[in-house]
């Protein structure tokens, strides 16, 4: 069985720096990785996602993250993050071939601070 | 494009009672989700539904829960009797083709039932 593990359940940072999100995955086989948000008071939506191809891909509002497969990670990050940003943030996995629902972590509650 | 709907928004019971809840997915979308999210806790698939049959339900407690699609569009989910640990949000979801793996999937608001 697949399973998704996010180090941090909670973190607070500063307008303007940097963030890096862990995600850790557990499954031997072909994966698709994906990162959901959630701001406040709205529903979940996609970030990004990786499927093939270029391990680093890039979503919307300027995150992006990095698919290192010897590691099972696919961390999140942004290089500088925005009040705007404040929300939880899920990583999610599927193997497809059929039955395709994503496995998600906890989250990770993120605070940004004007 | 309207989004994926759900209702009701919110549901309080109690105990040993019966809910229900409905999807209406975005249009087109052949495949439909059922999720379960614990307060604190990231979404638990319970059932995919591929147009109007079953494709994954192997997390659905099927001795309370049950779901249908019928004509292949709507979705309900219901919980006949209810458990305090069923106080949860029920999120739907659905995708255009599914079954591959790399589709996105659109979620809905979500319904939060509370049981007591």
């Known amino acids: 069985a697949q399973s998704v593990s996010q180090h941090n359940h909670h973190v607070i940072l500063s307008e303007a720096a940097s963030l890096e999100l862990g995600c850790n995955y557990s499954y031997g086989g072909t994966v698709n990785l994906f990162w959901y948000v959630q701001y406040p008071g709205q529903h979940l939506q996609l970030l990004l996602k990786?499927?093939?191809?270029?391990?680093l891909v890039k979503g919307i509002k300027g995150f992006e993250a990095e698919f290192i497969k010897s590691k099972f990670s696919f961390n999140l990050r942004k290089p500088s993050v925005q009040w705007s940003d404040t929300a939880e943030y899920f990583c999610?996995?599927?193997?497809?071939?059929?039955?395709?629902?994503?496995?998600f972590g906890k989250g990770t509650h993120l605070i940004i601070q004007p | 494009e309207a989004g994926v709907a759900q209702s009701p928004r919110y549901k309080i019971i109690e105990k040993r009672q019966s809910v229900a809840f409905w999807c209406n997915p975005i249009?087109?979308?052949?495949?439909l989700y059922w999720y379960q999210q614990i307060l604190g806790q990231g979404p638990k698939l319970l059932i995919q539904f591929q147009n109007n049959g079953v494709v994954d339900d192997s997390q659905l407690p099927k001795d309370r829960f049950s779901a249908e699609r019928l004509k292949g569009v709507d979705s309900t989910l219901k919980i006949q009797p209810a458990k305090l640990e069923d106080s949860a949000v029920y999120l739907c979801?659905?995708?255009?083709?599914?079954?591959?793996?790399?589709?996105?999937?659109?979620f809905g608001p979500g319904t939060r039932l509370t049981v007591l």
């Open positions: 999610a996995v599927t193997s497809g071939g059929g039955a395709d629902g994503l496995t």
């Open positions: 249009s087109g979308h052949a495949t």
């Open positions: 979801a659905s995708s255009l083709e599914g079954g591959v793996g790399t589709d996105t999937q659109y």
């Open positions: 990786y499927f093939s191809g270029d391990p």
